[in-house]
């Protein structure tokens, strides 16, 4: 795989770009990027901090890699719950960390794969849409390929 880029659109305004951490996270981004675009809805995490998060549902599921609890600002992570052994649809979600963080839920620390970083330039923007999304509520976002 090349240098796989994502672009991620807010429709309260505003857009940054990630690049695809592949040597890091291989399956996950072939997933992630296999499943654009697509439009969802994006919101505040209720126990991450800073960070928003939006439904993900996919049944091709990327294994645990580059997994960790502590994200930085701009990190593009993949959730799941991976204890999941009840029937029904898999929770999952991607999420989008707009400060330094670490990941968790209600059942306390939750890993995360992380398979993407928003572009350095983009993080003031990155800030802006996160606090956005925090004080002003949901919104939809819309995901897509980026290639230049």
Known sequence: MTLER????????????????????PLTCEKVWNS???????TQSRWSGREFN???EE?????????????????????????????GTLPQALAIYYGAEMARSHK??????IFAQIDYGDFEKLFKI??????EGKEKIFIERHEE
Do not use: M
Request: one cysteine or more.
């Open 59 to 87: 049944t091709d599921l990327p294994p645990r890699e580059n997994q960790t609890i502590y994200t930085s600002i701009g990190e593009v992570c993949y959730w799941r719950d991976w204890n999941w052994e009840e029937e």
């Open 130 to 135: 996160g606090e956005r999304i925090w004080l």
């Open 6 to 25: 994502i672009k991620f659109s807010f429709e309260g305004g505003g857009e940054v770009y990630a690049t695809l951490l592949v040597e890091k996270a």
């Open 108 to 113: 306390g620390h939750e890993p995360v794969n």
């Open 36 to 42: 654009l675009p697509f439009e969802t809805v994006a």
């Open 54 to 56: 939006f439904a993900y």
